[in-house]
């Protein structure tokens, strides 16, 4: 079975700040997708990024950069220099590779804001 | 990446009464997946939609509570019958971006409201 937590259930950050979302998972897979999708308050699931298990190097997009670490089974996603429309829902989540299997598993959610 | 369009946006309908939610892909797509998604709650996948057979549900979701139709490779139908307050939520449909690819992208949602 998979799962994904996030344990940070919300985070209140002022304007420009950096803030890291924390993202843990569970899988037996040894191959596994790993995504960040971001809810606004419109509700909209916006796709940010996919990491396959066996690419560790972590990515830089603007003002984004996620942490992937597979010895401690987390992928981190960190905002630099904060902005209000940065605030939303940040979901991360977890697909297995086996067959035709795609569904994701999602993680709770953080909800993010930021204050201006 | 696919766009994806839902019909409707939103609903406000009564208790026991039946409701059908469209969404359509701008491509061919194999997989569409539908999510459940409660207020403040996280997303929960419903079923998936493969076109040319009978769509998969997960546990707790049964055919005769959500029938799904995927007549094409660009449309699927999700209904939710004979719905009580505790169905309010936002349904989202989803779909593989590629054959190969693993990215997945989502509808607008429906938001359902049941009184």
């Known amino acids: 079975a998979q799962k994904v937590t996030q344990a940070q259930t919300e985070i209140s950050v002022v304007e420009k700040e950096d803030v890291t979302l924390d993202c843990v998972y569970e899988t037996r897979d040894t191959t596994y997708y790993l995504f960040w999708y971001k809810q606004p308050p419109s509700g909209e699931l916006v796709f940010l990024i996919r990491r396959n298990s066996f690419d560790e190097q972590n990515e830089i997009s603007g003002r984004y950069s996620w942490n992937f670490q597979k010895s401690t089974s987390s992928f981190n996603f960190t905002i630099t220099a904060s902005q209000v429309v940065d605030s939303a829902v940040y979901f991360c989540?977890?697909?297995?590779?086996?067959?035709?299997?795609?569904?994701?598993?999602f993680g709770s959610g953080t909800q993010l804001t930021v204050l201006p | 990446s696919a766009v994806i369009s839902q019909k409707p946006s939103r609903d406000i309908c009564q208790r026991g009464t039946s409701l059908t939610i469209q969404c359509q892909v701008d491509s061919q797509v194999t997989m569409m997946f539908w999510y459940r998604q409660q207020p403040g709650q996280s997303l929960t996948l419903i079923a998936t939609?493969?076109?040319?057979?009978?769509?998969?549900?997960e546990s707790g979701f049964v055919i005769d509570k959500f029938p799904i139709s995927r007549p094409n490779l660009t449309f699927s139908t999700l209904t939710v019958s004979n719905m009580s307050p505790e169905d309010s939520s936002i349904y989202l449909c989803?779909?593989?971006?590629?054959?190969?690819?693993?990215?997945?992208?989502f509808g607008p949602g429906t938001r359902l409201t049941v009184t």
């Open positions: 939609a493969n076109q040319g057979s009978e769509a998969t549900y």
């Open positions: 989540a977890l697909s297995q590779s086996s067959g035709s299997a795609r569904q994701l598993t």
């Open positions: 989803s779909v593989v971006g590629a054959a190969r690819s693993y990215e997945q992208y």
